[in-house]
């Protein structure tokens, strides 16, 4: 099967998609919603309280532990005091029991009495007091609604007047602005006469038709993603979008998930980007290296998006899902449905282009053991995005090739460490062109105006985009795409361009085609034009530990896992290790370390900078690298080959013949494999 990604085109047709949510009608002039009267409508009407109790038998162990986290209680005013108040509500709405209606009010009472404000603790407590009122409707005094209303209004307000209107396509945007705007306004209609309930209502309303589902729908495209990677996407950006589309359909009776992509295809992405070898989403852009689907993060929810879709996979995705904390079960059995069948992933295609991100992730099977690769070239839409276009990660049984860092915020740290390495070119595994005169704009996130950053010799720094009505197709955010792509049996093929990433006063073109011969050969072809002959281009590659280098073979170890790098291209290579400590974070001459947070291991302090002795105006790059084993390493495994306008390589491995050519004028390959004598596929590739 053959897919191709033209993503300015692509993106101009989901845009088209995501303006037409309701029938037919533009997000934004769609009339103003009828709320449900009577309480409950947040997640739960009264007709779905025979289904809960049913549910309660169906999950006898979850709700079991429920029962015990509904008496608990937290004083800390913040997230424990919401988690404890969200538990004992639906308790108490289930049973009527009065022991958790007192628990619950201990806890509201807490949050309203004693909240501290701030940007995440504050949305949460508007999500928990919204609903244990109206889950615990009938059973408070209008004493007690009155504080309740007003703390959340109180609350909401802070989350409107004082943070941030983040980008539509930030998770701070969903988190801080849209989820506290609708659960103000749906838990409280219709039961006091405060103008800000109105407000709060249009306010939310415009919010999620006209900018959060626009922008989801955008990022996620025909195919599921969302452009901060997955350290922000789980939290701070689906779990607010899947609760907020939950309580629209509630309190509305209008579903939007169906007109949703971004929930219908989230769980095939996060499928996608697991590690096969610890189970953790693959290290992009700004997530801690620890980044799991776990009920720390509230992950649950994937139980609502199976649900809502009939997703046998985000089933089989939220029942991956430790469940450590009781607090955190009540999603289980709100919303995991028993008659849908989890659907694992060993049946799925074991490579997957996400066209809009401009993602390719691939791996050699749906076994722990298995290779696993990233290679991605896309858009920059999203203040959490790295300068990384042209970038790939290889892992099998351990981390190879990595995308290097820790995820460190905190004063004093935003505008050294991830402003000149973390969030840099030099922190990927992709290439580097060096004019020693560019300057780059530093700051704490891209564009800002302060002093200079280090010059990496990478990519430009750009602001994101702030509302989902910039992004034309011919708007500046299109810096990388996906040219080809292609997926078979033998072979995941793709290449990108990045030229447009770079300052076009350096840079005239980069096509990096990556070629995944399974199960552990990979082949890079880099083709890369200088406006400077002079301009030193740096192939680069980020490990764990001190990669060994022996002419042209490097070899990556990371206890079980072994890479083996081979340099073809340049002939006259100079292959240099940079790292170790006090130069983790190596960049212009000066080390960029984190301040306040420790280095970690996995974070990785080495990388290999393959350069040409000397420069031209058009330098290519070839690599042949293995997972396991060396047959690469063998002199006679791996040779140059040169005919006009292709350049490729005759690699014997993995007991096959492969000839691989890669045009120098577009993107294109051919791919000949042959096995004991006989060719078993001799294709041109688009």
């Not at 038998?57 to 979850?62: L, S, T």
């Not at 007003?150 to 396509?169: G, M, V």
């Amino acid at each position: 099967m053959f897919w191709s990604c033209a993503p300015v085109p692509t993106v101009a047709v989901i845009m088209c998609a995501a303006a037409l949510l309701v029938g037919g009608r533009v997000c934004g002039d769609a009339p103003e919603p009828t709320i449900r009267t009577g309480h409950p409508r947040l997640f739960v009407t009264p007709d779905d309280l025979p289904r809960l109790t049913r549910q309660t038998a169906a999950y006898p162990d979850e709700w079991a532990r429920m029962l015990d986290a509904g008496l608990w209680t937290s004083d800390d005013a913040g997230y424990g005091s919401a988690r404890a108040l969200t538990t004992a509500a639906l308790v108490y709405l289930i049973t009527n029991d009065e022991r958790y209606l007192r628990n619950a009010l201990v806890n509201a009472e807490t949050i309203c009495r004693n909240h501290r404000f701030n940007q995440y603790a504050s949305p949460e407590a508007v999500f928990a007091l919204a609903l244990a009122y109206d889950w615990c409707y009938h059973g408070l005094s209008p004493a007690q609604r009155e504080e309740i209303q007003q703390a959340i209004l109180r609350i909401a307000d802070y989350c409107r007047d004082e943070l941030w209107r983040h980008s539509d396509f930030c998770n701070h945007f969903a988190l801080e602005k849209v989820w506290p705007d609708v659960f103000t306004a749906l838990a409280l209609y219709g039961d006091l006469p405060d103008p800000r309930v109105e407000q709060y209502l249009k306010l939310g309303s415009q919010y999620l038709r006209a900018h959060l589902l626009p922008a989801a729908n955008l990022m996620a495209g025909t195919t599921g993603g969302q452009f901060e990677g997955y350290g922000y996407d789980s939290w701070g950006y689906m779990r607010p979008l899947a609760y907020v589309l939950e309580a629209w359909r509630t309190a509305t009776g209008e579903d939007l998930f169906p007109s949703c992509t971004a929930t219908a295809n989230n769980a095939l992405w996060n499928i996608y980007g697991r590690r096969p070898f610890d189970g953790k989403q693959e290290h992009f852009d700004d997530a801690g290296l620890e980044q799991a689907w776990s009920d720390g993060n509230e992950t649950h929810f994937a139980y609502l998006i199976a649900r809502r879709h009939r997703d046998g996979r985000a089933q089989w995705l939220g029942d991956q899902i430790e469940r450590r904390y009781n607090a955190n079960l009540w999603p289980v059995l709100l919303w995991r449905d028993p008659e849908i069948s989890a659907v694992p992933p060993s049946d799925l295609p074991t490579a997957r282009l996400f066209d809009s991100l401009g993602w390719v992730l691939m791996r050699s099977s749906w076994e722990p053991d298995a290779t696993f690769a990233s290679f991605q070239c896309g858009p920059f839409l999203a203040g959490h995005q790295h300068l990384d276009n042209n970038s790939f990660t290889i892992h099998k049984r351990a981390l190879l090739a990595i995308d290097p860092g820790v995820n460190a915020y905190g004063e004093g740290q935003r505008t050294d460490y991830r402003t000149n390495y973390y969030s840099r070119t030099i922190a990927h595994n992709t290439i580097t062109v060096y004019d020693p005169h560019e300057t780059f704009p530093g700051g704490p996130w891209a564009g800002d105006d302060d002093s200079p950053a280090a010059n990496d010799g990478g990519q430009i720094r750009m602001r994101a985009a702030e509302r989902v009505d910039e992004v034309t197709p011919d708007s500046r955010f299109f810096v990388g795409r996906i040219a080809a792509y292609r997926h078979g049996d033998l072979y995941t093929y793709a290449v990108g361009d990045a030229t447009r990433s770079y300052s076009a006063s350096k840079l005239r073109l980069f096509r990096r085609h990556f070629l995944y011969l399974p199960p552990d050969l990979f082949v890079i072809f880099d083709q890369v034009e200088a406006v400077d002959p002079s301009f030193r281009k740096t192939w680069l590659l980020h490990c764990v530990d001190e990669p060994l280098v022996n002419g042209s073979i490097s070899t990556v170890v990371n206890g079980p896992g072994r890479l083996t790098v081979r340099t073809v291209l340049p002939r006259d290579a100079e292959i240099t290790v940079v790292g170790g400590p006090g130069r983790e974070c190596w960049v212009d001459g000066r080390n960029w370390p984190p301040i306040e947070k420790e280095w970690e291991r996995d974070a990785g302090a080495w990388r290999l900078e393959v350069s040409p002795a000397r420069p031209a105006a058009q330098d290519l790059f070839l690599h042949v690298l293995q997972t396991d084993g060396a047959d690469i390493a063998l002199p006679e495994a791996v040779s140059l080959i040169e005919q006009g306008g292709r350049v490729g390589v005759r690699v014997s491995a993995q007991g096959r013949r492969y000839d691989v050519t890669f045009s120098t004028d577009g993107p294109s390959a051919h791919l000949a494999v042959v096995e004991d004598g006989r060719h078993i596929l001799d294709q041109e590739l688009p």
